[in-house]
């Protein structure tokens, strides 16, 4: 299958963004009048003086419903409403956090990211994550990393239950030449995934365009390619295993967006098994007795998504040496595809 480069593609596309969040403050009876932005820094966790004012100038701070200057001195029984576009962040920490470091050098790392491993700080995750275990890991080299947006020489991201290969710069050099070659699509990237059914025709490209679904922003949609939503998103697939109810299907991106796989897979009738976001983790009833049994217990096994950046190919950026990593696929999808040919086996 040959790979055709669309023209024009993005930098890697981030996950959809938090919805805003409300914050509902009742003044006590005996505060003592201060400023609501002095207020505010001390009531609401990770709040810098900063942030809040810039609220506060945005009107998503509003007191008894009605917006206020930053000098706004607070009254007893106040009703304070903030409004985040962004939960406040904490300060990024190190962390000692086990990662397996597939390849090292003085200008990059590339891990195998376990599945259910965040990469970055983001709200409900401020700790954790494969950003606090790089700071621990780089030690002092850290210091040359901008930390500022909790993401420590982070060219790409991997979805928090998609497990795999990422590459990781050590310093901003690096990490500007690597988001080059995102940007440029010169980076290879390859994922496995095991579907439900077997997608017919055995290999073939998918085009549609995907964008956020108009019923739930944080759940991404196909839209016609050649349409005005969404943003253009090409996949090329491969069945490599015909598993009758399933099938085990390699995946390469031509371009970046949110969630493109499990979107595309869903798409065209074949969704990931176990990704409860995009109908891969329904109980379907196969063509046997007892299947639904099966299923369940599959299910259980890969309570994710059964998807893996396997294979990821880039120049390393200060020598342009051709760096091609791969790796296999991880202990939950391994048991469940076992399982399946077991009992495909026992049928035969």
């Not at 576009?85 to 050098?105: F, G, Q, S, T, W």
């Not at 880039?314 to 991880?330: D, M, R, Y």
Request: with cysteine; proline share 8%.
């Amino acid at each position: 299958m040959q790979n055709h480069p669309v023209k024009n593609q993005p930098q890697e596309s981030e996950a959809p963004p938090p919805e805003p969040k409300k914050l509902t403050l009742q003044v006590s009876k005996v505060q003592t009048p201060i400023r609501i932005d002095r207020y505010l820094t001390q009531q609401v966790e990770n709040a810098t003086r900063n942030k809040v004012q810039e609220a506060i100038g945005e009107g998503r701070v509003l007191v008894n419903g009605r917006p206020v200057k930053p000098n706004y001195r607070i009254k007893s029984c106040d009703t304070i409403q903030f409004t985040f576009l962004r939960p406040p962040a904490p300060e990024l920490a190190p962390e000692d956090i086990p990662i397996e470091i597939v390849y090292e050098d003085t200008d990059l790392m590339v891990v195998n990211k376990e599945p259910g491993m965040v990469v970055h700080p983001a709200f409900g995750n401020w700790t954790g994550t494969l950003a606090n275990a790089i700071l621990h890991h780089i030690g002092r080299d850290a210091a040359n990393l901008d930390t500022s947006a909790l993401r420590p020489g982070i060219v790409h991201r991997l979805d928090k239950d998609t497990s795999g290969l990422i590459i990781i710069a050590k310093n901003p050099t690096a990490l500007h030449r690597l988001a080059r070659q995102f940007a440029q699509r010169q980076v290879e990237k390859v994922y496995r995934a095991v579907v439900w059914g077997v997608p017919d025709p055995p290999s073939g490209t998918i085009r549609t365009n995907i964008g956020r679904s108009r019923k739930n922003r944080k759940i991404m949609a196909n839209y016609p390619y050649e349409g005005p939503d969404g943003k253009h998103a090409v996949t090329d697939y491969l069945v490599e295993e015909d598993l009758q109810w399933f099938s085990v299907v390699s995946l390469t991106l031509h371009t970046g967006r949110t969630h493109q796989i499990r979107a595309h897979m869903q798409h065209i009738g074949h969704p990931i098994l176990g990704d409860e976001t995009y109908g891969g983790n329904t109980v379907r009833p196969l063509a046997f007795s007892k299947s639904e049994h099966f299923v369940k217990n599959l299910l259980e096994l890969m309570s994710r998504q059964a998807l893996h950046a396997g294979m990821l190919g880039f120049s390393q950026p200060s020598t342009g040496e051709k760096l091609v990593f791969n790796a296999p696929i991880p202990d939950d999808m391994r048991r469940t595809l076992e399982k399946i040919r077991t009992v495909l086996a026992s049928r035969h």
